[in-house]
Every structure is written in C-alpha cells, then in structure tokens.
C-alpha cells in the first residue's frame, strides 16, 4: 500500500483564521479522498480530489468552505476556512488502492487533528 | 436510517474469547465491503476485504449475506492488542465520479486480561 503523510499533525487555531492541510503520496495515485472525524463520530467523506479539475463535494459540504488542491498525482491540500470550534476535528487524506482488482480499498493518512479555540 | 448500522458496543471480553460483530447496509448497489480497525487516536487502517464466499485470516472471519445485506466479523481467541474500534465499510461505484466508502458509526472492542 501507498505511504501518505499529513502536515501538520495537529494544530490549535482561532475561530475566523483558515489553516491547510497537506496530503503527500508516496506513489502517483488516481483518487485521492477527504474525510472529517468529528469527536467520538465515524467518518464523513468531504469530497473527491480530482486530478486537473475541481474536487467533488458531499452533501452538505461546500468549496467556499472547504477548498480542495489537487496539482498532481501525488499531493492534495485541503483548506478549512474561517473557522469556527464546530469545525475541531480530525481531517484524513485517503488514496484508492485500487490496483484494477474489483475490491476499491482505501488506505489513509495519519490525520491532522484541528482545534478552534 | 444510517446507511451503515453497527452495534456500537462496548463490547467487554476476557483474553481468549470469542466476539462477533455485525452490520447491516442499506444500500444494494453497494460492490465491495471491508472491516477496518481504528486504534485510539489513530487513522483507520484496513483489516480485511470482505467476499461473498466468507473469507478468514488467521483468527479473524468475516461474511457477508447479500440477500440479507448482512456482514460479519469473528474473531477468536482475542488478543489485549485486539482492542479497537472495528468499522464496517461498503463501498459504491458512482457513475459520476469513482467510488464511494460509506463507514459505520464501529463497534469498539475492549479484551481484558
């Protein structure tokens, strides 16, 4: 499986400031993910990051809010901005480990865990 | 109705015991399936795929009922080092743009010595 990192690990923010999240891939991989982990809750997938394109939001999720990079193949940015403390969560960079096999695991990243203050 | 419904525990067993878990999806477009294992403050990492025709790796079984829209995780002869967070994970391909992993809220397991 691919190696993915996260920077940074953790960081405690003000409410109204914007920080981004950087997801590097060891290896040149198709679909890379977004998830949010709110305290004591499963994960919720954000969006899509898309190669070359705009990155494709879940329902209840918005660009203005959450914007997403995807320059290449083996790196990712998400941004979460004008904070507030609901948004104090752990946010996860995933990749597909689809290797042409029918069975589309996902592998992720350790996880940048935020706090707004 | 969640998508993907777990058990959410905790589910308290001595060394050396027998636990099963269970999941139920709602959705039967739903391709592949997948228990994943979360340590405490820790990512998701995955345990393993889940096939039609059950499949084991070493202390650890899983199934699935299409028909039922039912998967299932045994693990036997539990280990302190099994205690986690299982989370029961369906994938589905969209047509628009790839696949989609859908997690259940997991099942936390504690082994006690």
């Known amino acids: 499986s691919a190696v993915i990192s996260q920077k940074p690990s953790r960081d405690i923010c003000q409410r109204g400031t914007s920080l981004t999240i950087q997801c590097q891939v060891d290896?040149?991989?198709?679909?890379m993910f977004w998830y949010r982990q709110q305290p004591g809750q499963s994960l919720t997938l954000i969006a899509t990051?898309?190669?070359?394109?705009?990155?494709?939001?879940e329902s209840g999720f918005v660009i203005d809010k959450f914007p997403i990079s995807r320059p290449n193949l083996t790196f990712s940015t998400l941004t979460v901005s004008n904070m507030s403390p609901e948004d104090s969560s752990i946010y996860l960079c995933?990749?597909?480990?689809?290797?042409?096999?029918?069975?589309?695991?996902?592998?992720f990243g350790p996880g940048t865990r935020l706090t707004v203050l | 109705r969640k998508e993907v419904e777990q058990d959410p525990g905790p589910f308290n067993v001595p060394e050396g015991a027998t636990v099963a878990f269970n999941c139920t999806y709602s959705?039967?477009?739903?391709?592949?399936f997948f228990w994943y294992r979360q340590d405490c403050r820790k990512e998701p990492k995955l345990l393993m795929s889940?096939?039609?025709s059950g499949n084991e790796d070493g202390r650890f079984t899983a199934q699935l009922n299409r028909a039922s829209q039912y998967i299932s995780l045994l693990i036997r002869d539990s280990k302190l080092s099994d205690s986690a967070t299982y989370l029961c994970?369906?994938?589905?391909?969209?047509?628009?743009?790839?696949?989609?992993?859908?997690f259940g809220a997991g099942t936390i397991l504690r082994v006690k010595s």
């Open positions: 995933s990749v597909d480990g689809m290797t042409g096999a029918t069975y589309n695991e996902q592998f």
């Open positions: 290896s040149q991989v198709t679909m």
């Open positions: 990051a898309n190669q070359g394109s705009e990155a494709t939001y």
């Open positions: 959705n039967s477009a739903s391709q592949s």
């Open positions: 889940v096939y039609s």
């Open positions: 994970v369906v994938n589905r391909l969209l047509m628009e743009y790839g696949n989609k992993l859908v």
